[in-house]
């Protein structure tokens, strides 16, 4: 069983930043790749930002430039950090893992991420 867990969320100030921080376990982490999603209410999941397993990163167009991805295989961790926040990045984001081992480059849709986390909220206050 693959478990996978957030933490750093929180409240932030337009232009202020977080870090996100997700932990998995149950297989063999540096194999997969990672990715982020968020969903704001209302609205459907989107992609965020994810990370081969070899450690390539990819964007939304709406975070590139401000978000950052980055894993630690020795860890087991995937981090994002969020820098520029704007009120529209509020939502819950969650962390997820790959199906499939090796991919690249990683999926940017929900269902192809077999293990998801329970979520972390993140506000950006205006």
């Known amino acids: 069983q693959v478990h996978v867990v957030e933490s750093g969320g929180g409240l932030v100030q337009a232009g202020g930043s977080l870090r996100l921080s997700c932990a998995a376990s149950g297989r063999t982490f540096s194999n997969y790749a990672m990715g982020w999603f968020r969903q704001a209410p209302g609205k459907e999941r989107e992609f965020v930002a994810a990370i081969s397993w070899s450690g390539s990163t990819y964007y939304a167009d709406s975070v590139k430039g401000r978000f950052a991805i980055s894993r630690d295989n020795a860890k087991n961790t995937v981090s994002l950090q969020m820098s520029s926040l704007k009120p529209e990045d509020t939502a819950v984001y969650y962390c997820?893992?790959?199906?499939?081992?090796?991919?690249?480059?990683?999926?940017?849709?929900?269902?192809?991420?077999?293990?998801w986390g329970q979520g972390t909220q993140v506000t950006v206050s205006s």
């Open positions: 997820a893992a790959d199906r499939f081992a090796y991919r690249r480059p990683p999926p940017a849709v929900p269902y192809e991420y077999e293990y």
